[in-house]
């Protein structure tokens, strides 16, 4: 049986950057490993204007989430996609709030479920001024920020695209972002250590320090 790991944390906790790089660190082990990306997978069901994709364009318009009857089933199906193959899935962005995490215990209890959730934590303060400066790819869906994880080729990307700034990485809408994650997503926070299978993370060191901390929480080798 794999092991499923959560990252858990507020909007420029990091969360994008750690699991792809912890995805990609267990790859050059050898590993299969499945990155679940619930806002990732939307974006591409809107592509393909699918029938949760075409639903979420018009809640985008009116500022409004996906409904958890359709987002549910919609990730765990992809989950389920993922168990047969993969040794890892690593979740980010799901479940976001506590009755979708009710709701993935019940559908996986006695099967494989959410073994570790990574607690990345740092203050709003800081997201605020770590996001008014963050960069990002539309093509590879990395970001880059200038002073703490910046691309070796300046306003490109590692493979070449050009980094642009979000909308909503602006800081009124961060700190609008971030008062709904303390509302409704931190409330796992509680969930997840009921459980005993949450470990906090200090997300405002370095990024290559976090990254270095969630190996030793996943006990995993060459963690240098």
């Known amino acids: 049986m794999g092991q499923t790991i959560l990252f858990l944390g507020s909007v420029g906790s990091g969360k994008g950057t750690q699991s792809n790089w912890l995805k990609l660190y267990l790859q050059s082990k ?3 490993v499945a990155r679940i990306c619930s806002s990732e997978m939307l974006s591409e069901e809107k592509k393909k ?12 318009k ?4 996906t409904p958890d009857e359709r987002m549910n089933p919609f990730v765990y199906e992809r989950f ?12 980010d962005g799901f479940p976001r709030t506590v009755p979708q995490g009710e709701y993935f215990a019940e559908r996986t209890a ?15 303060e800081a997201v605020i001024e770590r996001m008014n400066l963050r960069l990002y790819c539309n093509e590879c869906k990395a970001s880059y920020h200038p002073e703490t994880n910046p691309s070796s080729k300046g306003n ?25 994650y303390h509302a409704e997503t931190e409330p796992l926070v509680p969930f997840y250590r009921q459980k005993g299978v949450l470990h906090d993370i200090d997300a405002s060191l370095k990024p290559r320090d976090v990254e270095i901390a969630i ?3 996943l006990k995993l080798e060459d963690i240098n």
């Open 80 to 91: 389920l996609e993922a168990s047969r193959h993969a040794e890892y899935v690593l979740f």
């Open 30 to 32: 050898g590993h299969t």
């Open 156 to 180: 490109l990307c590692e493979s070449g695209h050009v980094l642009v700034r979000r909308d909503f990485d602006m800081p009124e809408l961060i700190k609008a972002r971030l008062m709904v």
């Open 49 to 60: 204007k699918s029938e949760i994709g075409l639903i979420a364009i018009e809640l985008d």
């Open 110 to 124: 006695g099967a494989r479920t959410i073994d570790t959730v990574l607690h990345l934590t740092v203050g709003d």
């Open 62 to 65: 009116k500022g409004l989430l």
């Open 215 to 217: 190996r030793q929480v």
